[in-house]
């Protein structure tokens, strides 16, 4: 068995555990900002909180880069 078939083994058995997630989780819930509410199942939710959490992650992950990268090619005074 090579490397392949182990991620290709590990990959199909993330997306049954993530699907069984989705299946069982079919409620709804509504969330609400100042006016504005939208009602989804707790799964697209949770989903997009996961996406969300990515996302604002990568960025601060980028600014620190950038931060430290400007300051090592910054000549001391």
Known sequence: MTMRHVY???????????????FQNLATAT?????A??????????LLT??????????VLALVRAGVQRAQSTPPR
Do not use: C, D, N, R
Request: glycine share 10%.
């Open 31 to 35: 969330v609400s900002l100042f006016t």
């Open 8 to 22: 290709i083994a590990l990959v199909v058995v993330f997306t049954g555990i993530v699907l069984l997630f989705m």
């Open 37 to 46: 509410s939208i009602t989804l199942p707790v799964s697209v939710l949770v």
């Open 50 to 59: 996961y996406v969300l959490g990515m996302l604002t992650g990568g960025f």
